[in-house]
Every structure is written in C-alpha cells, then in structure tokens.
C-alpha cells in the first residue's frame, strides 16, 4: 500500500506540473482595480486536462489508493489549554476595532476596523483554518467571555437549542453576510462595518448564553463557517492526539455531514464563483452595464442579490444532478439526500483552492496597510513595528516576472483544489459503493463536472473586471 501510495502521489505532483508550466496568463485583478491582462488558454487547457487525467489516473489505479494518500500521522496530545484565555483575547481586539471604527479614520485602507474584517480575518484567517488547521477554537471571540459570565454568574444556558432546526440558521447567517459582502453600498465604510460587527457580537453571545454550546455549533454562522473549512486543515485531532495529513484526510475520517451542512458546502462555493463572476465585464454585460461607467453598487443591489441566490440554486442543483445520474449509471440505487450528504464535503477543497486564489492579490496589497495599521493602531504617529515612512507598492503587477509567478499560484491553488476535491470523491466512492467499477461509473458525472468547474474557476481568474 506505501509504494502504491508513493505512485499515486508522483503521477498527482506530475500532473500539477503540467497545469503549472504553461507559458504564460491573464491574471485575476486585485480588489484594488488591477487588470492583469496575459494570454490564458494554454494555462485552462492545461488545468482542465489536469483534472481529467486524474480522474483517468484513478480509474486505473488499485482499490484504495486515494484512501491511502489520506493516511494520518498522530503526533502529541490534543490539548485546547488557554483557549477561554485567548478567547477573551480575541473579544477585546474586536472591542478595539469596533472603537477604531466608529472613532478612527473614514478612510478604509487605514482605519483598522475594515482592514482586519476583510483582509486579516475573511482573506488570511479563513485560509489558514483551511490550510493549516482549527484555529478558531483559540480565536472564537465568543467562548471565553460566555465562560467568563457562566463563572460569574453561576447560571446555565436556560433553553434548548431546538434540534429540528439543525444547522439551517447558521447557512441563513452566512448568506446574509455574503450578501452585505457583496451587495451592501460601503461593506468597508468604518462605522457601518463597526456597527454591524458590535451588533452581531452581542446577538452570537447571547444565542450562546441562551442556548449553550449547541447554538455556537449549529446556528453561528461564522463558527459553523470556520468549522466546515477546518475539515481541510492539514493538522486535525485523530484519537485524542494531534494529527497531520494530505489536505482533506479529516473529511475522510468523520461521518457525512446533515444536510444543511451539506448544502452549506456547496453555497460557500456557490458564494465564492459568484464573488468572481460579479466583477466581471462578462457579468456587467448581463446587467447592461457599462464597466467603464459603472454606476456604483448602490445602482445593482437586487440585481446582485438576486444573482447571488440564483448562482448557489444552479451549483446547488447542477451537483444533485451530477449525483443523481451517477447512481443511475452505478445502479446503486442510493436516495440522492444520501449521496448528496456523502459527497458535499468533497467540494471542500475547490472552495478552499478558489478562496485563496480569488483573493491573492487583494492581500498581497491589503496586507501592506494591514502592517501599516499594526504600525501605528491608534493613528497618533506611533511607529510600533519600526516601519517608519512605509509606502504602500503595486510595482510586482507591472513587471512580467511578478504578474507570471501571482497567476502561476491562483491557477495552481484552483488546480490543485480541484485534484484533492477529485481524490477524496473517489475514495469516498469506494467506502461507500460495493465494487470498484461501480464506484468508478457512478462518479464519472461528478468528476466531469469538477473538470468543467476547474476550467470555469480559471476562466474567473482570467477575466477582465470592471469593479
């Protein structure tokens, strides 16, 4: 099984090469306007195919190859010590920036309030409790102050979270986010980004004063949010012990998801194409809007909103689909709620993958005015990280070299995302289907549909954008 398991990863590496070598793109443009214009039908060509010889690759390969890339290593105890410390760590920064927000600079690149939201928090943290691990059980900004009030105070949640509702309140939440993200005016105007942060910090704590741990778990949306992406972390808890492995092996080792955390999945996928497809030039041709004279977000609110809901119903529904003709070709005879739990996590790593590519610009820049804020929180000339006169640069998208390495690593997060998301369908395929061809030709449809979505999240990548 270990020469098996080296095997398929040398094929997986070689075939990444290929979608990385290409020579040349168009990059995707930064959240400050950029356009990075370059060729691209050599890299979506190239990524695309990728993706295909995978799934070609696994076909051919042994039973329980894939499953065996997924393989654990445990290393030390889990512990989660000092996280109600940390915890309450977290609340007072927040505190903080809520104060900056509403007292601080109205300019958004320096005020700390909308820099730590969009850039620390949504861009950085997201990633890395994907890429790396559950960093959310020491940064939460809830557990420790309801810890801290359930020891002051000596009482205990008074109500029950309400089974039946499941985790449904928390994809509410998240699609009310996505949609201030996306939709609302000024999502980085200071003070209106402090008010609804504050807001929602009193709402997420009293929930969990009300309802216990269950409500943090099931209907906040953000902690729900964080935990789904969790389950891609490359370090994770196996038995007590801190584990590490491929990126994805958590979803192989947990139970399939309820349905609202299956239709989640899908929706931050659903969310983050649609992040991309509403910048486009492509996308403002559809609302007759000229990108060059667009009117402001104000002028498109429902167009956007309504564009958001009926992007997630299409991924929603072209997946069920998917899912639905593979077990008809299978004859698994498998009810499509099944399936559908079964394999959701499975879009995990291209949502991930899309997330880090689609924003890779925005932090490359946006992570300079961050450290610009560290330098100097209150606005009063501090100079706490020693970097004096620090000028913001844009220069690496206007050099050849640069604008070829940033775009090499969109398209790789996208391709590589895409061949993990691969990788963890069949082997889910095969634990859950008797018989190896059958599990093949039931996830055939699937697996096209992932090739066409690598080459659509390139296309994103590539477009020109006119916000």
């Not at 020579?23 to 930064?30: E, I, N």
């Not at 004859?331 to 709620?337: C, I």
């Amino acid at each position: 099984m270990a020469q098996i398991s080296k095997s398929a990863l040398a094929a997986i590496a070689a075939l990444a090469v290929v979608a990385l070598s290409a020579q040349a793109a168009l990059a995707h443009a930064s959240e400050q306007g950029f356009v990075l214009l370059l060729p691209t039908d050599v890299y979506i060509a190239a990524g695309g195919a990728s993706v295909a010889l995978t799934v070609v690759l696994l076909a051919l390969l042994p039973p329980g190859a894939a499953e065996a890339l997924f393989r654990t290593v445990r290393m030390w105890p889990a512990s989660a010590a000092l996280r109600h410390v940390t915890s309450c760590l977290a609340a007072v920064v927040l505190a903080f920036l809520v104060w900056r927000g509403f007292t601080g600079s109205r300019d958004p690149s320096v005020n700390p309030m909308p820099l730590f939201v969009w850039t620390v928090w949504w861009i950085g943290m997201v990633s890395v409790q994907g890429l790396i691990g559950n960093h959310w059980r020491w940064t939460n900004p809830w557990t420790g102050p309801a810890a801290l009030l359930t020891k002051l105070t000596g009482s205990r949640a008074p109500w029950r979270y309400p089974r039946r509702l499941g985790h449904w309140p928390a994809l509410g939440i998240f699609l009310l986010f996505a949609g201030f993200l996306l939709a609302d005016p000024a999502p980085t105007d200071p003070a209106r980004l402090a008010a609804y942060a504050g807001a929602y910090w009193y709402v997420a704590l009293l929930g969990l004063v009300l309802f216990g741990p269950a409500w943090m778990v099931r209907a906040e949306g953000i902690t729900v949010l964080m935990r789904i992406y969790a389950r891609m972390g490359l370090l994770g808890r196996a038995r007590g012990r801190v584990a590490a492995g491929l990126p994805g092996w958590q979803v192989i080792s947990m139970k399939a998801p309820p349905l609202a955390l299956a239709v989640f999945t899908l929706v931050l996928l659903g969310t983050g194409s649609f992040d991309g497809l509403n910048e486009t030039f492509w996308w403002m041709g559809v609302l007759g809007v000229n990108p060059l004279e667009f009117p402001g977000r104000s002028a498109v609110i429902a167009q956007t909103l309504i564009g958001l809901v009926v992007c997630n119903l299409a991924l929603i529904a072209a997946f069920a689909a998917c899912l639905w003709l593979g077990e008809r070709i299978a004859g698994t005879r498998r009810p499509l709620k099944q399936a559908f739990c079964l394999f959701a996590p499975s879009i995990l790593p291209i949502a991930l993958g899309y997330h880090v590519a689609h924003y890779l610009t925005a932090i490359l820049v946006d992570g300079q005015y961050v450290a610009k804020a560290l330098n100097d929180p209150l606005g009063n000339g501090a100079n706490l990280l020693g970097l004096g006169n620090f000028y913001v640069t844009t220069g690496f998208f206007n050099t050849p070299g640069t604008v070829k390495v940033i775009w090499l690593s969109q398209a790789g997060a996208v391709v590589i995302g895409h061949v993990i998301a691969i990788l963890l369908a069949h082997a889910l395929a095969l634990r859950d289907t008797p018989g190896t061809r059958r599990a093949v030709l039931g996830q055939a449809p699937l697996a096209a549909f992932m090739v066409a979505y690598t080459v659509f999240g390139l296309w994103l990548l590539a477009s020109p954008r006119g916000l």
